[in-house]
């Protein structure tokens, strides 16, 4: 059974959209897009800087237009499952067919807009923890005033906070934890310094008109299958100022019974977390054009394995 998944924010580098642009048709794809939302998307994913596009507000559209183009580029799939970490979960929606493109890409800037007005108000930041106890760590965490803003599984926490708490942080890491690497964002996201975007989050829900997931959507609140689009839309309001429970949801790919995983445009960091935390099974990150053709074949692997599993 294969999974497919959406990155969250972070995974954005200068420059990482300009191959998908020169495939048939995406560039317009894009330009209507960015006229849609007010955002020049392929300038941002071809010609803007790191610091440009670690901004909060574009790079979160940035992140869902490519992962929907990526995904488009692989053809008429139907994966066993989807999913989305962070902001991703927007990306998620628009494959299950939650919210069409168009109004994924207009909630994701809302989202983003309002995200980043959150995070002007105090300076804060985001850490991953890599290695170490989890338990030992959340509590360490707390202990600091931090909060566990994403629990990732394969031995990675991601702690959020004020610079100053990081700091301390950075001073005073939690037993058996080898490495602290600063996160590409700006602002503590999935924590209570988000509280001001849920309000504006929700005002833009109210004028979506959601349908329910064609595919078993997996949701970071707790790694739940969740079958209504009204509830999805509902989970992704909530889930800025909520933990991302990745861990759950990689729990719940094993009870579905995946055996490949596939990450969408720009891939590698759900996929790292896969090889460590499923082994077995299979994963793929897109990170350019030139990985399709290797995505269809382990889409085209994954179908016959379930197809294999259901006629036994």
Known sequence: MLVLVAPGQGAQT????????ELPGAADRVAAWSDAIGLDLAHYGTKAGA?????TAVAQPL???????????????????????SVGE??????????????????????????????AITATGMSALLGG???????????????????????????AGTLEQLAALNEDKPEGVRKIVPLKVAGAFHTHHMAP?????????????????????????????????????SRLVGQVANPVRWDLCMETFKELGVTALLEVCPGGTLTGLAKRALPGVKTLALKTPDDLDAARELIAAASDAAADAAGA
Do not use: C
């Open 14 to 21: 200068p420059g990482f959209l300009t191959p998908w642009l």
């Open 51 to 55: 610091d440009e596009i670690r901004d």
């Open 63 to 85: 992140l869902v237009a490519a992962g929907i183009l990526s995904a488009t580029a692989l053809g008429d799939i139907a994966p066993g499952a989807v999913a989305g970490h």
């Open 90 to 119: 927007i990306t998620a929606a628009a494959f299950a067919g939650v919210l069409d493109d168009t109004a994924a890409l207009s909630l994701v800037r809302k989202r983003g807009l309002a995200m980043a007005e959150a995070a």
């Open 133 to 159: 106890d989890p338990e030992v760590s959340v509590a360490h965490l707390e202990k600091l005033g931090l909060t566990p803003a994403n629990v990732n599984g394969a031995g990675q926490i991601v702690a």
């Open 197 to 233: 975007a849920v309000d504006k989050l929700a005002e833009a829900a109210r004028e979506l008109t959601p349908a329910d997931p064609k595919v078993p959507y997996v949701s970071n609140k707790d790694g739940k299958t969740v079958t209504t689009g009204d509830e999805i839309v």
